[in-house]
């Protein structure tokens, strides 16, 4: 060209990427030996698979994981659902998921959603089957999805967690009923009469069990069941609830539905200059990891989120790989007994009502 000179240099040739057989002649194993060593098989000698491991490493090799798919059927990968992070169990929940699924070699692919919707969820689902996911796991219960007979599609395996969704997707979930009657008898076997209740939301699943096992337990020893009283799961509604409890005649224990809404309850109590357990004895729900640092620490039902993600994956995994489809598991709770609960102080009680 008149006038121009040329700057640019020699055009380089893009780098081949590594294949099979480069591995398989640097490490001097067959192509079979490096697929074997590729997809985790066990029918390898230790010796020979850190070899063909570090001629990998020294090649650069990536096994094509799509090729691998097609091969077996398989992705080797879980979609997960969920509405909120916030949510303490539901973190904890996808913790246990992950490090479950990675313990399988599986991967996983997050699905958040702006809006807990029954189309929402039936949108997620068509992503994620794009993505080409082997099987989904969904952490919203099902009163966020719209409606209790909620149906999930076919044709992909489905677990749910802490949800009530109609079909035959395998649901795992604490028994939570069972929570709320340990709690409960816990506080009427220390002597005191009765067990006021901070509920979850009207509309939660998981809230209206607990209600159920307090309302449940009450009755079935025979004591009064005051009238609950709800919040949303955050420490302000359990302040709010507090205030209240501490204007009430005759509480001497009370039982919260989650930790959150317990730590609002003690705050209250405390600033109404009752005491903790002395006063009015508190318990919660849980077991969050900062319960135990409450003022007092706080007694409280543990949930085992972990047991929870981990026999989600296992079910899903195993009806992935052709076992038969898994039932419904409610993982047990345990009460953890901490300096928050104890019996009635006798001498304040005069004439069935509490002398403050």
């Known amino acids: 060209m008149d006038g121009v000179e040329a700057e640019s240099g020699p055009v380089r040739p893009r780098r081949r990427d590594a294949s099979i057989d480069d591995v398989a002649r640097h490490a001097g194993v067959s192509g079979q030996t490096v697929s074997r060593v590729a997809n985790g ?4 000698g230790a010796a020979t698979r850190e070899r063909v491991l570090a001629s990998m490493r020294e090649l650069g090799y990536r096994p094509n994981s799509a090729a691998r798919a097609l091969r077996s059927g398989q992705f080797r990968s879980i979609g997960v659902i969920v509405f909120t992070l916030t949510s303490y169990g539901n973190l904890r929940t996808l913790e246990a998921v992950a490090a479950a699924a990675t313990e399988r070699r599986y991967t996983i692919t997050l699905m958040p959603l702006e809006r807990p919707t029954h189309a929402d969820v039936d949108v997620a689902l068509d992503r994620l089957g794009e993505q080409a996911v082997d099987g989904v796991i969904v952490l919203i219960e099902s009163h966020l999805i719209g409606a209790a007979e909620a149906q999930l599609r076919r044709g992909i395996p489905v677990v749910t967690v802490d949800a009530r969704v109609a079909g035959h997707s395998p649901v795992v979930d604490t028994d939570q009923v069972a929570g709320a009657r340990l709690a409960t008898e816990h506080l009427l076997g220390l002597g005191h009469e009765t067990v006021w209740h901070v509920a979850g939301p009207r509309d939660s699943d998981s809230a209206g069990l607990r209600l159920r096992g307090w309302r449940e337990t009450l009755r079935a020893h025979g004591r009064p069941v005051p009238p609950p009283l709800h919040g949303d799961w955050y420490s302000d509604s359990g302040y709010a609830a507090g205030r209240r ?7 001497t224990a009370v039982f919260a539905a989650n930790d959150q809404m317990a730590l609002g309850v003690l705050r209250a109590l405390t600033e109404a200059r009752l005491r903790i357990p002395e006063d009015v004895s508190v ?3 849980d ?3 900062e319960a135990g640092n409450f003022i007092p620490p706080l007694t409280t039902v543990h949930q085992d989120f972990a047991a929870i993600g981990r026999t989600a994956v296992r079910a899903l995994v195993q ?3 052709g076992g038969p489809p898994a039932e419904h598991r409610g993982i047990g709770p345990r009460l953890t ?3 928050s609960t104890t019996g009635p102080a006798a001498h304040r009680i005069t004439g069935g009502s509490v002398t403050r």
């Open 337 to 339: 007994v901490r300096s």
């Open 41 to 44: 098989r066990s029918n390898v």
């Open 319 to 321: 009806e992935i790989e």
């Open 245 to 251: 409890l501490a204007a009430e005649p005759g509480v």
């Open 287 to 289: 077991d969050m990891p």
């Open 283 to 285: 318990a919660g729900f």
